[in-house]
């Protein structure tokens, strides 16, 4: 055996698994098959000597080098640590080659650990620190691609490949030997290169054959995580769907819903994989939606995109996603309502042991539904899973959309957040072309991305990805441009009445300028002045708080009854329904009372909140139907019925016979005096909203069931006892609140908070109801720009002048008055402004 060979072994051996044994004898350590382990970076590695090659420039616009693998014998597993062989050389892409394509990190590939000790710095991670043979020269590589290419020199080998392992029944594209790297394929010195081959790159993933995703090496969690994956998998969504109103760390809860149980740790370690960095990086969003093929490899293991799109479905539907964050927080001190689990855990295995140090590293719960949505309805790649038959159409806002889906993505340039999109959005329709340029500073980037959104669409769409302006990091930005950098980095929303109102018929052509000195000059129409605003929190919260600040303070503004606008079908909202893949909701548009001009629907201060809190876009129906009212009744009512359990369980529940219920309302062991005024500012918020109940009504009111009994409950509170009618009242509850929600009430819940997290709500002084940027506060002015399909709030500033707190949903602002009154009249009204 080559010396070499057996040190480099012997070395990642010592540094990974040994390293990563748990203490206890569980089946949770390190995986004894054959694999490719995570390979970490050597001690000093930021001061190794590092090899590079001589590149020769590249002789056409088109043309890209590849690297060719050299073929190697594996007799044994040692063999797989021999030094990779390789050349390069150089193809046009107008002439098809074939070839491979990696998608990979360059930092450290997982973001979860046993301890701290296993931690390498970013500098270290970042250092080339592993050598591979190149066209017989030695060239330095970061270790997480080092990695890498020892595993796809495995998979690419005929004599390598039954090393390899996929989960049962998938079937894999093996790589070929030819592959094309960005590490080693791009001369990463040359700036100029380095900006048009960044240009290239869309069209690079898009021709290669195979895109191999590299997750990185095996660690003490991956095995297991790929194991517990296939358990999930092997259950019916329906049935798996049962987990979301329980506790999915409680052994007894599987058999009774009839699924194989999933041990907390199991949980633990597909909790780390799906955290694994390569889900939160800017740069695979195009190298995975692009090729025709697609191959997710850990190790030796190889998964494809859309069983793993299918997992966090199942995940997502079910909530547990949320439970995983929080047991996985509560093993590493965090004090939450798993806190009593994780301890008894860890007191029965002391090998359970977690270290996380960023706690924002968790799965990434979008990245795989819209990669897979991409793939199938945008390119038609095929599925196995799902049939899909409508293929996607390009609009003109091809990098706006992207921009907004993948805003979480994260990137080491700043730059990247912009510029890892361009070749994505070329393909799916964006007109007109924004060149790479690293030398320019962060915020003249940021400020050439906007212009040409705006200037390339011919609207202000685009301003709805402004972020919060508590949440701008990059200095030095005008309020109209936004911090791609932001994790507050907002979806435009969309609004499809005002966009029958953008289109020039009623408010003129679109109209922006750039002026010196970072001043935007628009045209608008403003529609509403802030009079309150509520930040929201979660849908269930909304009915708890009162007092000015609460939301109970916007309903008070509003009117008992609204008159919102309903548009006729006219063939642009018939072609934007289309486009949506929406249909005209039947007890509206098939009734005869419905004209040319459309109709006025009066809608009471409920239905007014709930449409407000879907921005009016739920399911397949535009609108959506009256019945969706009642999914958020019965959401509150489960909230209202979860809190009257426990004051009837009381002391019992402290003893822990229900203690999981304590989860739901997010306490430990809740204050009694607390929990009662939380019943009733719960129970008289929801009368308020139904309308039966008078706003400036103080006395504390209570559910009937509760009433009857409030003075026992009192006293068997203050005196430590349970009480058997507060039981009796629980017992009434405990069937439903075990039972979970419908699929639809679940969907309104998600939907609710895709919309509202990170916005506040709002009321005008006009009497609408808003849901808008968290910054809004009394005063901010609501706007309708011309050539915008969404609303802004806009902060004067004296002069005509204003800044831009981001975009915003108003349900039913002047909708209503343009269908009673003089278009002209408003369109005197149109001023212009410039913004800041």
């Known amino acids: 055996m080559d010396p070499k060979a057996y040190a480099i072994y012997k070395r990642l051996r010592e540094q990974t698994g040994q390293s990563f044994e ?135 080998s005929k004599t390598g490949r039954r090393y390899c392992r996929i989960l049962k029944g998938i079937k894999i594209v093996h790589p070929t030997r030819n592959i094309w790297i960005d590490q080693i394929c791009i001369n990463q010195s040359d700036l100029q290169e380095r900006n048009s081959q960044v240009m290239l790159m869309g069209r690079i993933f898009k021709q290669s054959r195979l895109c191999l995703v590299w997750l990185g090496g095996d660690d003490q969690f991956s095995q297991t995580a790929i194991n517990t994956m296939a358990k999930v998998l092997n259950t019916g969504a329906g049935t798996f769907s049962k987990l979301e109103a329980l506790n999915i760390f409680q052994t007894k809860i599987y058999h009774d819903i009839g699924i194989k149980p999933i041990e907390p740790w199991e949980w633990i370690t597909l909790y780390a994989f799906l955290s694994r960095s390569w889900f939160w990086r800017s740069w695979v969003v195009q190298e995975a939606a692009l090729p025709r093929q697609l191959s997710f490899v850990c190790g030796v293991t190889a998964l494809p995109l859309e069983h793993l799109s299918y ?47 960023n706690p924002d590293d968790r799965p990434n719960d979008s990245i795989l539904t819209f990669l897979y949505g991409i793939r199938t309805i945008a390119f038609g790649f095929q599925s196995s899973v799902h049939n899909f038959t409508k293929t996607w159409e390009p609009d003109h806002h091809g990098l706006c959309s992207i921009l907004g889906s993948f805003r979480t993505m994260r990137a080491t340039d700043p730059r990247d957040k912009v510029y890892a999109f361009l070749g994505l959005a070329e393909k799916l329709g964006q007109p007109g072309t924004l060149h790479p340029a690293y030398e320019k500073p962060i915020g003249e980037v940021f400020r050439d991305a906007i212009k040409f959104m705006l200037q390339s669409s ?48 009623r408010a003129g052509n679109t109209y922006f300028t750039f002026h010196p000195g970072g001043v935007l000059e628009v045209r608008g ?172 009504a103080q006395n504390e009111l209570f559910p009937e069931e509760m009433s009857a009994i409030l003075p026992e409950l009192d006293a068997a509170w203050a005196e430590g006892r349970d009480s058997v009618q507060g039981e009796a009242m629980a017992e009434d509850f405990r069937k439903e609140i075990l039972t979970p929600f419908s699929a639809e009430t679940l969907k309104f819940e998600r939907d609710v908070h895709l919309n509202c997290v990170g916005r506040s709500l709002f009321a005008t002084s006009e009497g609408h109801l808003g849901a808008g940027p968290d910054s809004t506060r009394e005063g901010d002015e609501i706007w309708n720009l011309v050539g915008a399909d969404t609303p802004f709030v806009l902060r004067p500033q004296g002069d005509g002048r204003y800044t831009l707190l981001g975009g915003a949903y108003v349900h039913g602002a002047m909708f209503a008055e343009w269908h009673e009154g003089d278009f002209d009249a408003i369109a005197k009204d149109i001023k212009t402004i410039s913004i800041v």
């Open 311 to 357: 997992l966090m479905d199942f995940l997502t539907e079910a909530k547990c996603i949320h439970s995983m964050i929080n047991f996985a927080q509560a093993l590493q001190g965090h004090s939450n309502a798993f806190t009593k689990q994780a301890e008894a855990r860890m007191a029965q295995d002391p090998g359970i042991r977690l270290y996380q140090p």
């Open 458 to 505: 011919n609207s202000l769409n685009a301003l709805g990805l402004k972020e919060d302006p508590r949440r701008t990091k990059t200095p030095g930005l005008e309020s109209w441009v936004p911090d791609f950098t932001s994790e507050g980095l907002m979806p435009p929303i969309d609004h499809p009445v005002l966009n029958l109102w953008s289109v020039g018929e």
């Open 22 to 156: 748990p203490t206890s004898s569980r089946q949770h350590k390190w995986p004894k098959e054959i694999t490719i382990p995570l390979i970490r970076p050597p001690e000093n590695s930021e001061n190794r000597k590092r090899h590079v090659i001589a590149y020769d420039p590249l002789p056409t616009p088109t043309s890209i080098r590849v690297l060719q693998v050299h073929p190697e014998e594996f007799e044994n597993e040692f063999d797989f640590y021999s030094t990779p062989r390789c050349s390069l050389v150089v193809r046009d892409l107008d002439d098809d080659p074939v070839y491979d394509a990696l998608s990979y990190t360059w930092d450290c590939p997982v973001t979860i650990y046993s301890d701290a000790n296993e931690v390498s710095s970013a500098a270290a991670w970042a250092a080339p620190s592993f050598e591979i043979i190149c066209d017989g020269k030695p060239l330095s590589v970061t270790a997480n691609l080092y990695a890498a290419i020892l595993s796809w020199r495995l998979q690419s």
């Open 525 to 696: 129409l403003r529609i509403g002045t802030a009079c309150a605003a509520h930040m929201f929190t979660g849908l269930h919260s909304l009915v708890l708080d009162d007092g000015p600040g609460s939301f109970m303070s916007l309903v008070e503004a509003l009117p008992e009854c609204s008159n919102v606008w309903i548009p006729p079908m006219t063939p642009r909202l018939r072609s934007y329904l289309g486009t949506g893949n929406l249909i005209p909701n039947k007890e509206i548009y098939d009734q005869p009372f419905i004209g040319e001009e459309g109709t006025i629907d009066r809608q009471p201060r409920l239905e007014v909140l709930w449409r407000t809190l879907l921005l009016n876009h739920f399911g397949k129906e535009f609108p959506p139907s009256k019945r969706t009212g009642d999914l958020i009744l019965q959401y509150w009512d489960r909230q209202l019925h979860i809190r009257m359990g426990i004051a009837g369980f009381g002391h019992a529940a402290l003893r822990g016979h229900t203690n999981t219920l304590y989860t739901y309302i997010g306490e430990d062991s809740p204050d009694w005096d607390m929990l009662k005024s939380s019943i009733s500012r719960m129970y008289c918020s929801q009368r308020i909203l139904k309308g039966q109940h008078s706003d400036d």
